[in-house]
Each structure stands twice: as structure tokens, then as C-alpha cells.
Antibody, heavy 122, light 108 residues
Framework: QVQLVESGGALVKPGGSLRLSCAASGFRFSDSYMSWIRQAPGKGLEWLSYISYSSSSIYYADSVRGRFTISRDNAETSLYLQMNNLRAEDSAVYYC???????????????WGQGTMVTVSP | SYELTQPLSVSVALGQTARITCEVNNIGNKNVHWYQQKSGQAPVLVIYRSYDRPSGIPERFSGSISGNTATLTLTRAQAGDEADYYCQVWDSSATSYVFGTGTKVTVL
């Protein structure tokens, strides 16, 4: 079935790094735009980054630009988020999500993973 | 930065209609999407392109736009509809996606 499964969440110290993965199945991953979205405990949703199907277009939210890097491996049907110089305010559940269309201006997120928890604490 | 303003909470009696609003500055021709997030679960898309329902979403969920306000309407509310609801748009000037502040819906 159509599925996204995140992994890689952990407890990390401030200034540390972490790499999240998102394994896709049940749909044509190589034709899909993908995003990372996070949710701090008790807070709302925050979009972080998206990547086009060919990796030719990549965008970041101001809060993570320069620290986080999104990438994908279409052969492995996997999406990644490399997170460096982590801060306490990066503590959140991180979701990967599929765009329902490749047109950025109209895209909704129609498939979500279950999320993986990242905690940044001494 | 672009902001989408939603009421913090909405209460609705069982079987009645709830309306959740999302104020969108200069909504223009923006597409507004809506998500339902139940406690401890990932969000689920319930309305896309302001009016359309994904397959599997009940007809009780509908979307509309009037002026600069997008509205998610939930008719014949059920206990299972209790959740947080978020609107979302694309901010072309910032090349970023923006979520609303979220609305907690309580079914009484």
C-alpha cells in the first residue's frame, strides 16, 4: 500500500548532527515532489523543505536554511534530511510528505509518514 | 512572513455544523488546503485546492472561500471528528509553504 516510513530520530546534543530517512512504497516515488515538515511538542505544523523529483529544485524555510539539507535517492525510493548544528528549538516530530502535484503553487501534502522524534538536549 | 490566522478552538454539538476559518492575506488565486490531525497521529489531507475532497474523505467535509477567508465546514459532526485542523497555502514570494495556526475542534 501507499506508505512513507520515517526513521533516524534520536536524542542529540546541541550542535550535533542527525540524518533522517523516509522510505517510500506503493507509488511512483521518482515522479513525486517531497517535503519535510515538523511539529514541536504541543505546537503547530512547520514546513521545512521540499525537493523536486529530479532534485533540480530545492527550497528551505528560513529557520533551517544553511543547517539542513534535503536529498533523495530515487533508486532506493528514499528521502533524506541531513540536520547539522542542531538547536533545542529543533526538537520536534519530523514528517515526510508527498506533494499531490508537481506544481508547487497548488500542491497539498496527500501522503504523510508517521513521523520520527528528534530531541535536542544536553 | 506570511501568516494564516485560525481560531484557537471551535466547539460543536454532536450532529451539528462546525465552521473553521482561515484568514489568508491577499488570497488572490491561492489554493488553500486543509488537514485533520487527531491526537498522536500524522495529519490527513481532507480538502485540497480549496474545494476538493480526496478519495475516502466523507462528503461532510467541504471547503469554501469568501473574500480573504477560507472556511472548512464540517456537517453532522461526530465524536470522531475531534481533532486539530490546519489550513495551508503556498507563499510564492517566500517560495515556502505556510500552515495556519491550527484550530482544535471539540464535539460536545
Amino acid at each position: 500500500q501507499v506508505q512513507l516510513v520515517e526513521s533516524g530520530g534520536a536524542l542529540v546534543k546541541p550542535g550535533g548532527s542527525l540524518r533522517l530517512s523516509c522510505a517510500a512504497s506503493g507509488f511512483r516515488f521518482s515522479d513525486s515532489y517531497m517535503s519535510w515538515i515538523r511539529q514541536a511538542p504541543g505546537k503547530g505544523l512547520e514546513w521545512l523543505s521540499y525537493i523536486s523529483y529530479s532534485s533540480s529544485s530545492i527550497y528551505y524555510a528560513d529557520s533551517v536554511r544553511g543547517r539542513f539539507t534535503i536529498s533523495r535517492d530515487n533508486a532506493e525510493t528514499s528521502l533524506y534530511l541531513q540536520m547539522n548544528n542542531l538547536r533545542a528549538e529543533d526538537s520536534a516530530v519530523y514528517y515526510c510528505a508527498r506533494h499531490h502535484t508537481v506544481t508547487s503553487g497548488v500542491a497539498a501534502f496527500d501522503i504523510w509518514g508517521q513521523g520520527t522524534m528528534v530531541t535536542v538536549s544536553p | 512572513s506570511y501568516e494564516l490566522t485560525q481560531p484557537l478552538s471551535v466547539s460543536v454539538a454532536l450532529g451539528q455544523t462546525a465552521r473553521i476559518t482561515c484568514e489568508v492575506n491577499n488570497i488572490g488565486n491561492k489554493n488553500v488546503h486543509w488537514y485533520q490531525q487527531k491526537s498522536g497521529q500524522a495529519p490527513v489531507l481532507v480538502i485540497y485546492r480549496s474545494y476538493d475532497r480526496p478519495s475516502g474523505i466523507p462528503e461532510r467535509f467541504s471547503g469554501s472561500i469568501s473574500g480573504n477567508t477560507a472556511t472548512l465546514t464540517l456537517t453532522r459532526a461526530q465524536a470522531g471528528d475531534e481533532a486539530d485542523y490546519y489550513c495551508q497555502v503556498w507563499d510564492s514570494s517566500a517560495t515556502s509553504y505556510v500552515f495556519g495556526t491550527g484550530t482544535k475542534v471539540t464535539v460536545l
